[in-house]
């Protein structure tokens, strides 16, 4: 119990002291308005890259349809908030957003999900597309393929970063609970888990509606960003983007996810003025990780205060 607290205590601490060494860096100036787009946009990444390595690496299931959550999300939100032009129209849209991605999700992973590898993958894809063409024949309620614009910039700095928080926390103590051991089960031998006599299907249909959820609230901060939405934004290379980041960071990290969506999004500030070279740089990367570090840059590796506390109490004795 005293060496979980003072985990907690610790992690409670990092993110005081990053929250704040943000908020100094920002009203002083330091950090401008365009540094403070980038670290949002990292944010938003870092959200939907969770999500992602939820589904492939931590469950094994490869999947290619986040895209299609995203835009869920984002359309809930700027269609409601044109309704509702206030926070709390923002944060209402944002739950109708994710409950409608998670009932989707529901609906498609029941009959999808018992595919498995590349059958998998073209499936979920395939269902991206059905989200997004419907989008464009949504007529007057989304504008087609021109869009929404004119979408108040309700998504902040702050309001990403408590995001940010909220959904790691929430999937790293999923990940710890014993539903969470059974889906790691499900991802190292799926034949063995259910021998052992895990649903795995129903496993699998958990984390695939709680990715989604997690997809849709960064496609209502992704709008509420931007200020504007279209179906353009939610093609396939939007659901690749997120997949590098998780491969990059590694396969079954959290950590990693997270180290892998700032190192790609400072990059990507440095190289958005030549977009072809990014994604030469993005290839070479991934060709190299998947040659030499197959899982990923940290693997399954994660960082923690508990193991780094019980180290110094084993030296100490």
Do not use: H
Not at 28 to 57: E, F
Not at 82 to 106: C, E, H, R
Not at 158 to 179: G, Q
């Amino acid at each position: 119990m005293k060496k979980n607290l003072k985990s907690i205590l610790a992690w409670l601490a990092v993110i005081v002291l990053a929250f704040a060494l943000i908020s100094v860096l920002v009203s002083t100036g330091v950090l401008g308005v365009y540094y403070v787009q980038i670290l949002m946009g990292i944010g938003i990444s870092m959200i939907m890259a969770l999500g992602t390595n939820l589904i492939l690496g931590f469950s094994g299931q490869f999947s290619l349809g986040q895209a299609g959550f995203m835009a869920i999300g984002a359309y809930a939100t700027a269609i409601l908030t044109k309704q509702m032009p206030t926070y709390a129209g923002f944060y209402i849209s944002m739950m109708v957003g994710a409950l409608v991605a998670a009932l989707v999700a529901l609906v498609v992973g029941i009959p999808t999900l018992r595919l498995k590898g590349d059958y998998l993958a073209i499936a979920t894809l395939g269902v991206a597309e059905i989200i997004r063409i419907a989008i464009i024949n949504g007529g007057e309620l989304t504008n087609g393929a021109a869009g929404l614009t004119g979408v108040l910039q309700y998504t902040t700095w702050p309001v990403v970063f408590i995001f940010v928080v909220l959904i790691t926390i929430l999937l790293t103590n999923f990940l710890r609970s014993p539903m969470g051991r059974e889906v790691l089960a499900v991802r190292e031998d799926e034949i063995a888990a259910e021998a052992m006599g895990v649903n795995t299907t129903k496993i699998k249909v958990t984390v695939f509606v709680l990715a989604a959820i997690v997809s849709a609230i960064a496609g209502s901060l992704f709008v509420g960003y931007i200020g504007a939405v279209a179906p353009k934004d939610f093609t396939i290379m939007k659901s690749i983007d997120y997949l590098i980041i998780a491969v990059l960071g590694g396969l079954g990290s959290i950590t990693g996810t997270i180290v892998a969506a700032i190192v790609l999004g400072i990059l990507n500030m440095y190289l958005q003025n030549f977009s072809e070279l990014r994604m030469i740089i993005y290839s070479l990367a991934l060709i190299l990780v998947m040659v030499f570090r197959p899982g990923g840059l940290l693997g399954t590796w994660e960082f923690s205060f508990s193991k780094l506390f019980d180290k110094k109490s084993k030296e100490g004795k």
